[in-house]
């Protein structure tokens, strides 16, 4: 399994971003699929998950009403569209599938890929 991620970069606060994943090796359609981000010096932690129909969804708290995340099944991609960016958001993100999405999101695999640098100056 082969997860890249694009999109991230530097922006300045209140800027906007949008991050792509695509996944190869499994399909994505049977699956939950999340993103989480890992700040210098802090644990990883889970910013948001989308169900695998796209019925559900999670944001954490923080994110809620900026971030919006989708998924293209037929092209095994997930995207993330962050607007107001916060110089808090700054972090390497990273994509994830297998993910149990309820009241967080829940990494169930060890596939992470190697992420994308997102920086907020401010």
């Known amino acids: 399994v082969q997860l890249q991620a694009f999109g991230g970069g530097v922006v300045q606060a209140g800027g906007s971003l949008r991050l792509s994943c695509t996944v190869s090796?499994?399909?994505?359609?049977?699956?939950?699929v999340g993103w989480f981000r890992q700040a210098p010096g802090k644990g990883r932690e889970g910013v948001s998950c989308?169900?695998?129909?796209?019925?559900?969804?999670y944001y954490l708290g923080s994110v809620k009403d900026r971030f919006t995340i989708s998924r293209n099944n037929a092209e095994n991609t997930v995207y993330l569209q962050m607007n107001n960016l916060k110089p808090e958001d700054t972090a390497v993100y990273y994509c994830a599938p297998k993910v149990r999405v309820g009241f967080g999101c829940v990494p169930e695999s060890d596939y992470w890929g190697q992420g994308t640098q997102v920086t907020v100056s401010s």
């Open positions: 989308i169900t695998n129909t796209g019925s559900s969804t």
């Open positions: 090796g499994l399909t994505l359609d049977h699956f939950g």
